[in-house]
């Protein structure tokens, strides 16, 4: 393909694809701390079948690939997730109400986005960017809250579908969880690795351990460097990890 | 979607910057504490409606506003006198206002920005996730961090000066002392030596309303502020304010 | 800034400076964070020998200076930590990067103030870092984490058609145990917390090499008046019309040099 000649019109046009990205990843944080994952899914992300078929949700414990399965966790298994919690409250409360309007109470997610880091591609047609998240979650359960630091790092690929920008491989690796007040020092080290294990319930494609702070910063995934088209640069898809590429574990 | 020429790009670019700059500049102001400096430089002068949000209610209008900022002011006078009783050596040669903001620093991080500019070039619309943290040596408390998280939405307006602040929503999930759980609702533990900082009291918002609460265990989700989308003028969007 | 006397050409240019520098900074918070210093200073520094970076504790005022201190000494206590963590976790020896068992230094950026000159040479900005530094294998085999709240001040320059930085100065306002209890007044945090007047007798916590000793700035105190700095950055044509942010400031300001 042949490289694009940067005009002022590429060049500016450019400039703006970066801030629609961060107003496209802005939007993912707040629809997923309203609980707006189906919406989410259905304007964030990608609709076309193809990159539909290949789009990714990957964490410590492996990858989601396929909209279906990411659907079927972020949004089904995520209301019966709320559903159970919202059980469990109202027999220890009988007087909270078990109706839709509860679903997730006392639960409040903030992952906030950092340090953005955005490449488009020369093309113009992908985009890869990495940004960095101080976080926190909290849960409501009969006897307790759980307040949680989670610090983690994202690295997402983007596609233009008919002139949108649109998420394709998301990749969240968490480096960190420490509850509120929690003495880190206090938390366990193990004398050898343990692999992440995906919460209960959770239908994964390709479980590995994909991503680990135990070395502190991990390589994977790679910072986004300046790139043509997208079959020149590392995907933040499964395709992308390392051990994937060499065909399996050492 | 609307296709903008070059020079249309280039000035919403411009724009832009100047709004994510002016968010930039409340953050190292306030940090400062130029209180008085952020109320006239960043709001807008020409607007019938200014409005200030918080979890319990607005301040409507330049009169509310100032006196807000204006509060904001006298309580950092009191704790520099505070300050000059408990370390008069070091601190008592000098006019209190001269010392506005001793033994405080409070951070108002933006992060995770969505701007949207109206089509018409005349609006913009704001939403920031705000990671704040304070410490300050003289609260009701004493010594005190404080981690202030939640969001920040603004409608700006241009005026003949530039980029203004029009109306700003300042919603918080948590309000709690560094280290602790913010679903403790355990309440301060007020020391007397501060006594003067907890007989102030900023003035009340003038459109009192449960905006929004601060996290608890029974508290549902609720989306809002609502995140702004694309629009062509300000009258087809909604307002940040009240 | 808006500025009808620039071709539209130039404006665009000053559009790109602007998104390429937040990039930089990103990358420096990567970089760092990754412990890969020297390839930072290689990719994103200019080859100029009077570049700066500067921190509560002192400056490095050259670029031999900057090298020592963020590339040499960083590796030698890699080498180091190395040798200390191998015995009792023999998996780290498969670990490709060992500069990365330093530490994550996460010094995660909020509240841009970006302002690029109109002559389209150079650019500042300005950054919060409400930051963390956290380690996972360590030789008293038990995790560390702190946080530590930043602003930095950045020049950057265009260097044979590419942006670079000049001058990086980073102001620390406190620092603390990662979640302790009221953690900015910890009483061994590892940044002084007492009254200015002890700040002021030797630089802050650090044995690096720096070439001219602080304190440049001062973290939280029951004393510490609001200090105004780096800057903020406004409009302006030309670098030489601007402050730099290799100024020295603390000390340095109130002995009136």
Not at chain 1, 223 to 231: A, K, L, S, W
Not at chain 3, 83 to 89: K, R, T
């Amino acid at each position: 393909m042949t490289k694009q000649v940067m005009t002022d019109d590429v060049r500016i046009g450019r400039v703006w694809d970066i801030l629609e990205i961060k107003n496209l990843m802005g939007r993912h944080a707040y629809y997923h701390a309203y609980d707006m994952h189906a919406e989410e899914l259905d304007e964030l992300w990608v609709q076309k079948p193809e990159n539909q078929k290949s789009a990714s949700f990957g964490q410590n414990w492996g990858y989601q690939v396929g909209m279906g399965i990411i659907r079927k966790n972020y949004v089904d298994l995520n209301i019966k997730w709320h559903q159970e919690d919202l059980d469990k409250l109202c027999d220890a409360d009988p007087s909270l109400e078990n109706c839709p309007e509860n679903l997730g109470i006392g639960s409040m997610l903030m992952h906030i986005l950092s340090t953005p880091y955005i490449e488009i591609a020369g093309d113009g047609q992908t985009a890869q960017g990495m940004w960095y998240s101080p976080g926190q979650v909290t849960f409501a359960y009969p006897d307790k809250v759980n307040a949680l630091w989670m610090y983690e790092k994202y690295a997402v690929d983007f596609i233009k579908e008919d002139g949108e920008w649109k998420i394709w491989h998301l990749f969240v690796g968490t480096d960190f969880i420490l509850g509120v007040g929690e003495d880190m020092t206090k938390q366990p080290v193990s004398d050898t690795p343990v692999p992440d294990q995906e919460p209960e319930g959770m239908d994964i494609t390709i479980p590995m351990q994909a991503y680990t702070s135990r070395y502190n910063w991990s390589p994977y995934p790679a910072i986004p460097r300046p790139y043509e088209t997208f079959g020149e640069t590392i995907s933040n898809g499964p395709e992308g990890h390392q051990e994937l590429q060499k065909g399996g574990k050492d | 979607m609307i296709n903008y020429t070059t020079e249309q790009l280039v000035k919403r670019w411009e724009d832009y910057n100047e709004i994510e700059n002016i968010m930039g500049r409340l953050t190292y102001n306030e940090i400062v504490k130029k209180s008085d400096y952020i109320w006239d430089t960043f709001w807008c002068k020409n607007m019938p409606d200014p409005c200030l949000g918080f979890n319990n209610g607005y301040y409507k209008g330049y009169d509310a506003i100032g006196e807000y900022y204006s509060a904001l002011k006298d309580l950092d006078i009191i704790k520099a006198k505070v300050a000059q009783k408990i370390h008069p050596e070091e601190l008592g040669s000098v006019a209190p206002e001269d010392i506005r903001g001793v033994g405080g620093i409070n951070v108002l991080n933006f992060t995770t920005p969505v701007i949207e500019l109206a089509a018409d070039g005349k609006t913009a619309k704001g939403m920031w996730y705000l990671m704040g943290g304070s410490g300050d040596f003289y609260t009701e408390e004493g010594p005190r961090g404080t981690n202030r998280w939640g969001r920040v939405a603004v409608d700006f307006i241009r005026e003949d000066t530039g980029w203004k602040i029009w109306h700003m929503l300042v919603v918080l999930d948590i309000d709690s002392k560094m280290g602790s759980n913010w679903a403790d609702t355990a309440g301060k533990i007020v020391d007397p030596t501060y006594k003067k900082i907890t007989e102030f009291s900023m003035p009340a918002p003038n459109v009192p309303q449960n905006v929004y609460e601060l996290y608890h265990s029974r508290r549902r989700i609720k989306a809002f502020p609502k995140v702004p989308r694309p629009y062509t003028t300000f009258s087809t969007t909604f307002s940040y304010g009240v | 800034m808006a500025n009808s006397k620039l071709t539209l050409s130039e404006r665009i240019n000053r559009a790109v400076a602007a998104t390429t520098c937040e990039k930089i900074m990103s990358l420096h918070c990567l970089y760092h964070a990754g412990g890969i210093h020297r390839e930072e200073i290689e990719e994103f520094w200019t080859k100029r020998e009077d570049c700066t970076w500067s921190h509560n504790f002192g400056q490095m005022d050259n670029k031999t200076n900057y090298i020592e201190c963020y590339a040499d000494e960083q590796e030698a206590n890699a080498v180091q930590i190395y040798e200390q963590v191998v015995p009792i976790y023999p998996e780290v020896s498969k670990v490709k990067d060992r500069r990365a068992l330093i530490e994550v230094a996460m010094h995660l950026l909020a509240s841009p103030v970006i302002e690029v000159a109109e002559d389209g040479q150079s650019a500042k900005g300005l950054w919060y870092t409400p930051g963390c530094i956290f380690s996972t294998l360590n030789p008293q085999k038990a995790k560390e984490g702190m946080w530590m709240w930043e602003r930095y001040g950045a020049d950057f320059i265009l260097e044979n058609n590419k942006w670079v930085y000049l001058n990086l100065k980073v102001c620390c306002d406190m620092a603390g145990m990662m979640d302790a209890d009221n953690w900015p007044f910890m009483e061994d945090s590892g940044e002084p917390q007492s009254d200015k007047e002890e700040d002021s007798s030797k630089p802050d916590s650090s044995d690096v090499s720096v070439g001219i000793p602080g304190p440049l700035h001062y973290v939280l105190s029951n004393t510490q008046v609001p200090q105004e700095r780096p800057y903020i950055p406004q409009p302006y044509r030309t670098f030489k019309e601007t402050y730099s942010y290799a100024t020295l400031t603390g000390i340095y300001e109130e002995e009136g040099k």
